[in-house]
């Protein structure tokens, strides 16, 4: 089984900026690729962004505009996602995900990180 837990959400100011982390562990060596998704209260989650494991493609959600970087370090089992350019609108539960081979959906879930943006 893989745990993963993610850290770095909090409290931010529109137009600020915070990193998230996501750190796995157990069975990463079946990892294919790790994401990012949010969910905000009453709204379904939704994806925000994902890169593969071997090779670092990355893809984004269209509604970051650019603002969002995800990115990853293979040696640390851990992925991170970038956030600029901050508004209310992000503010949401941020979820990491991974997914264990290509065509499926993903196997594992983190509990999620807060992340809060004020106007």
């Known amino acids: 089984q893989v745990q993963l837990v993610e850290s770095g959400g909090g409290l931010v100011q529109a137009g600020g900026s915070l990193r998230l982390s996501c750190a796995a562990s157990?069975?990463?060596?079946?990892?294919?690729?790790m994401g990012w998704f949010r969910q905000a209260p009453g709204k379904e989650r939704e994806f925000v962004a994902r890169?593969?494991?071997?090779?670092?493609?990355?893809y984004y959600a269209d509604f970051v505009k650019g603002r969002f970087t995800i990115s990853r370090d293979n040696a640390k089992n851990t992925v991170y996602l970038q956030m600029n350019s901050l508004n209310p609108e992000d503010t949401a539960v941020y979820y990491c995900?991974?997914?264990?081979?290509?065509?499926?959906?993903?196997?594992?879930w983190g509990q999620g990180t807060q992340v809060t943006v004020s106007s």
């Open positions: 995900a991974l997914r264990s081979r290509p065509g499926i959906d993903y196997d594992y």
């Open positions: 157990g069975r990463t060596f079946s990892t294919y690729a």
């Open positions: 890169i593969t494991w071997s090779g670092g493609s990355t």
